[in-house]
């Protein structure tokens, strides 16, 4: 009878340690499974996505009046806009304005208008068009510097700017305007107190009470180094001129380095003038300079005028 007992106890304990066991592993699997008539299909892995290519985005601006600036950017607005190119500045809120200027026009008539702004892959690619009287228009026969201004977010400062003929506005540099450098083609005397250039494609004039002397012994046609400035009526004044070499020519020189002007661009303050010299390496190129270090340069002058970078280091 005992023996019978200690059966059905064992029995019992068993019984009770499977279903405890079972217990348990519901618990962990946190669901009972549920039975399926047809077995649930494969998980497929996703398929690669295809190369997308470059990201361009269209960018909105707004294009705005001078009337809606300060005094200090109406009066680097009507610096600025006497030369073919660029500049910008950025706001508290983080907008930037750009200034697109075409520079000197003979006539009235002539306008710049931005058909587009992109950022392709962390650069700005702006496209402008000039417009122009016209043919048989009558316009006022008065000297024009036109210009756009626009503003917008969502950019960087790697800008490319060009027009409908492809042809690229460069950055018009320099904090002090007073002096500029520029590389261009001499024309010719057009009197005793003026000369007549090529800078870009364009026409530029310049004057001085001595030109004839300063301009003895050049040809026209070559290319020709000058230093000026401007006066109060927008009139540019020559301060020097000599020729400027082959385009080719490496030119060395010394001075105090100012600091990156965009990802392409630098400025060196050469003697008491304003450089801004071009390279797409230059960020690498000046890696390890400091604003005001006196450094070396090498450089060149291409066909437009630009000064081409080809090294820059410490002066030894």
């Given amino acids: 009878m005992k023996r019978k007992k200690a059966i059905i106890t064992s029995l019992a304990v068993c019984v009770a340690i499977s279903l405890l066991i079972a217990g348990c592993s519901n618990e962990e699997s946190g669901n009972t499974a549920q039975p399926s008539d047809t077995p649930a299909p494969a998980t497929e892995s996703p398929s ?9 985005n269209q960018i909105v601006f707004e294009e705005i009046n001078i ?6 950017h109406v009066q680097l ?8 190119g660029y500049t910008y500045w950025v706001d508290e809120e983080g907008y ?13 008539g002539y306008g710049i208008k931005v058909l587009s702004v992109e950022d392709n892959e962390g650069k700005t690619n702006i496209s402008v068009e000039e417009t122009k009287p016209s043919e048989g228009e009558m316009t006022a026969q008065v000297i024009t510097y036109p210009y756009v201004l626009i503003r917008m977010t969502g950019i960087t400062d790697n800008f490319h700017i060009y027009d409908t003929n492809n042809e690229e506005f460069y950055i018009l540099y320099g904090e002090n305007l007073g002096r500029r450098l520029v590389v261009c083609k001499y024309e010719g005397l057009i009197d005793n107190t003026s000369i007549e250039t090529n800078l870009d494609g364009e026409p530029r004039f310049f004057r001085n ?8 012994g050049l040809n026209e046609g070559i290319m020709v180094k000058i230093v000026y400035s401007t006066n109060d009526e927008g009139q540019l004044i020559l301060e020097s001129i000599e020729a400027a070499g082959e385009e080719s020519e490496v ?18 303050l050469v003697g008491d ?3 801004a010299l071009r390279n797409e390496e230059v960020e690498s190129m000046t890696e390890g300079l400091d604003r005001d270090d006196e450094v070396e340069i090498t450089y060149s002058i291409s066909p437009q005028g630009q000064f081409l970078l080809e090294s820059i280091g410490p002066k030894e």
Avoid: F
Avoid at 67 to 72: A, G, I, M
Avoid at 77 to 84: E, F, K, M, Q, T
């Fill in 273 to 275: 003038v304003y450089m």
């Fill in 251 to 268: 030119i060395t020189a010394s001075g105090i380095y100012q600091g990156l002007i965009d990802g392409n661009s630098i400025e060196v």
């Fill in 96 to 108: 930037y304005t750009v200034l697109i200027s075409l520079g000197q026009r003979p006539t009235a």
């Fill in 209 to 216: 009470d001595k030109m004839a002397s300063m301009v003895d």
């Fill in 77 to 84: 607005v009507n610096d600025y806009s006497l030369a073919r």
């Fill in 48 to 56: 690669p996505s295809p190369n997308q290519g470059i990201t361009v």
């Fill in 67 to 72: 009337d809606s600036l300060d005094e200090e």
